[in-house]
């Protein structure tokens, strides 16, 4: 059964800290990886990710993925406290467009 | 990139009743989606809503259940029928960007059911 498995579930830092968020997948039909950051309800798309050793960059914000080894990780550096959220994984594949979500990592920043 | 509204924000809704969710967005879009968020757990596609078609159901999803619209490309609508506390959720809308890979989400209903 395809799956994503994200580590750590939880993770407290304090402000100013960099923090690296890890996703590993195990699927049959991969096209792609994505992260969200999901703070109330709605999940905010963060980066899409479909090829190997191609690193994403959005302020602080950066990803990478490794489709040898199967994972990806997400990096916040010097963070805030406004980053402090639920950060979710996710891989597209197959004919549908389904996304299928790992359980995610809730991110504590602390003043 | 396209606005998506949805309604209601959220509801409490009593066992046995139904409750429509409206998803409107702001340009036309190939492809919506819902998802749902039981608490404490991650998201899980409910189905494809489909123009002018009926919707295309995940695995454990039902049409009896949750009767999905689709009656253009900028609005759906997805019901909760017969509801249990079981249904208490936050239920999310989803259009595909550009790239159908990339999707992006509406605000959500957070729905409770006594």
């Known amino acids: 059964e395809d799956k994503v498995v994200q580590s750590p579930l939880s993770l407290v830092v304090h402000e100013g800290d960099t923090v690296t968020l890890n996703c590993s997948y195990e699927?049959?039909?991969?096209?792609?990886l994505l992260w969200y950051k999901q703070e109330k309800k709605a999940p905010t798309f963060l980066f899409m990710l479909t090829s190997s050793g191609i690193e994403k960059k959005s302020g602080r914000l950066s990803s990478i993925l490794d489709k040898k080894e199967l994972f990806s990780i997400l990096n916040i550096t010097a963070t805030q406290t406004g980053d402090s959220a639920v950060y979710l994984c996710?891989?597209?594949?197959?004919?549908?467009?389904?996304?299928?979500f790992g359980k995610g990592t809730l991110l504590t920043v602390n003043p | 990139s396209a606005v998506i509204s949805q309604k209601p924000s959220r509801d409490i809704c009593q066992r046995g009743t139904s409750l429509t969710i409206q998803c409107q967005v702001d340009s036309q879009v190939t492809m919506m989606f819902w998802y749902r968020q039981q608490p404490g757990q991650s998201l899980t596609l409910i189905a494809t809503a489909n123009q002018g078609s009926e919707a295309t159901y995940e695995s454990g999803f039902v049409i009896d259940k949750f009767p999905i619209s689709r009656p253009n490309l900028t609005f759906s609508t997805l019901t909760v029928s017969n509801m249990s506390p079981e249904d208490s959720s936050i239920y999310l809308c989803c259009l595909a960007g550009v790239s159908t890979d990339t999707q992006y989400f509406g605000p959500g209903t957070r729905l409770t059911v006594l």
């Open positions: 699927v049959t039909n991969f096209r792609s």
């Open positions: 996710a891989y597209s594949g197959g004919s549908n467009y389904k996304l299928t």
